[in-house]
């Protein structure tokens, strides 16, 4: 029975009738224990995660159709409106299809924070739950699953003091003198910072001056759960044989959410050749409808290549810099310019899946599934794992993704590895490009537009 005190409930201790036999109250005790078990169950959450081009989107998509589900995306630049092409956005067709949350909420001006994602990522996950339906993240990055960093947030007085502080210095294009302001003010590692990337500069600042202490100092939970897993694989440790299942049940019960987590993926070289493709079919359309034309708006709304969270993305630094020194050149690009923006642009991309893969290798709370085997077979699997109450989940065979390179010949070949184009291969191939360029971005004042 349940008796309200001060406006509140509280359970009161249920009794059974006298009559009620020994066996019948162990079987209603064990009901109650079971009940109570259900209801401190964790909420199941879905990450795909994989490198750029693996194929995340469609495999998310068809998921969120099979168990009522809604997508949250996990992509910096998605967030961004008018970036499509270059982040590869999902439709607008498959957004009505299935919803989607954290897409095309700013503009490519506007600053993200690793905190400001993990807080709204964690409000659309139990948005969605309490709609009944599946969250299903979906995006290159991880760091969703294990809690919001501590790092303190400035002040917008602080905030203000730190742009008036550095603005002169980045006007001039000072950014040694501004690096050596940072490292004068306490951070020594600002010196390894990219070259011109403004935004973790003033931010390293914002930080000392909020705390008196540099980034560093700061503990990132991710860093937390990876020295947990270090010091449990000691191999100079007796418990080293089961260390990593060790570790999973302690990571387990410290995250508020039970992640069922994959990283789709190919094999290294076709990953490599389906990234490259991708790359010229975002430059293709003569530059009206794609990457180029994007990037021709950030340049024309007062953006800079590296000044921001949108323009520090592969891709849009590139053609950036690129399209901005076209400009500078009175709207000129030769076919070997092009060409030399589209090899940066390819490379980039490659040496960023390989990152991600080389992350998430050593990320033992994911299941590597081989992108390249029918979608219908991966999708069952998903499904079937997501239903499986058992706490045990082994990836089929048939469906199992290696997660490091297995022979010499693989790393030979990967080492010799290069780019054949399909589209771009001659000078006449690029010349609706550079004719787009002459067009859209010759006579114009760049004064604006140097630093």
């Not at 095309?104 to 339906?133: K, M, W």
């Amino acid at each position: 029975m349940l008796s309200g005190v001060g406006g509140g409930l509280r359970t009161c201790r249920l009794s059974l009738p006298s009559h009620v036999t020994t066996t019948t109250r162990l079987l209603f005790r064990r009901q109650r224990i079971f009940s109570t078990l259900r209801k401190n169950e964790k909420q199941k959450v879905i990450v795909i995660s994989g490198p750029t081009g693996a194929g995340k989107s469609r495999l998310a998509i068809e998921l969120a159709k099979s168990l009522n589900g809604e997508i949250i995306s996990a992509d910096s630049v998605q967030v961004y409106k008018g970036l499509d092409v270059g982040s590869a956005k999902p439709s607008l067709r498959d957004r009505k299809e299935v919803p989607h949350h954290l897409i095309d909420i700013l503009h490519p001006s506007e600053e993200y924070s690793v905190g400001q994602f993990f807080e709204d990522a964690r409000q659309a996950t139990q948005y969605i739950l309490n709609c009944g339906r599946v969250p299903i993240v979906t995006g290159g990055t991880g760091l969703f699953i294990y809690g919001k960093p501590d790092v303190p947030k400035a002040s917008h007085e602080i905030t203000s003091d730190v742009y008036s502080e550095l603005r002169d210095l980045q006007n001039d294009g000072n950014w040694d003198a501004a690096v050596q302001l940072v490292v004068n003010a306490g951070d020594t590692k600002a010196q390894y910072l990219a070259a011109n990337d403004w935004y973790r500069l003033r931010r390293s600042l914002e930080i000392i001056k909020s705390s008196g202490l540099p980034p560093s100092a700061f503990q990132v939970p991710y860093d937390s759960f990876r020295k947990q897993l270090e010091s449990n694989t000691d191999e100079t440790s007796p418990e080293a044989s089961f260390s990593d299942e060790s570790f999973e049940n302690k990571r387990s019960q410290d995250l508020d959410y039970e992640f069922i987590c994959f990283f789709l993926s190919s094999q290294r070289l076709d990953l490599y050749r389906l990234i490259d493709s991708r790359c010229e079919d975002m430059l293709s359309g003569a530059g009206s409808d794609g990457l180029l034309a994007e990037v021709r708006w950030l340049l024309d709304v007062g953006l800079l290549p590296h000044s921001n969270s949108a323009t520090r993305a592969i891709g849009y630094r590139q053609a950036m810099e690129y399209l901005l020194r076209c400009r500078q050149q009175g709207g000129r690009s030769s076919p070997s310019e092009f060409y030399n923006f589209l090899f940066e642009f390819q490379k980039a991309s490659r040496n960023f899946a390989k990152r991600q893969m080389t992350w998430f290798r050593n990320e033992t709370i994911y299941h590597w599934l081989d992108a390249s085997k029918p979608l219908e077979k991966v999708l069952d699997f998903i499904c079937n794992a997501y239903h499986d109450d058992s706490g045990v989940l082994t990836v089929l065979e048939s469906l199992k993704m290696r997660n490091n390179i297995s022979s010499t010949r693989e790393s030979n070949l990967l080492k010799s590895y290069r780019t054949q184009n399909r589209q771009f291969v001659s000078r006449e191939d690029c010349a609706g490009v550079l004719d787009w360029i002459w067009r859209t971005q010759g006579c114009r004042d760049t004064a604006k537009y140097v630093q």
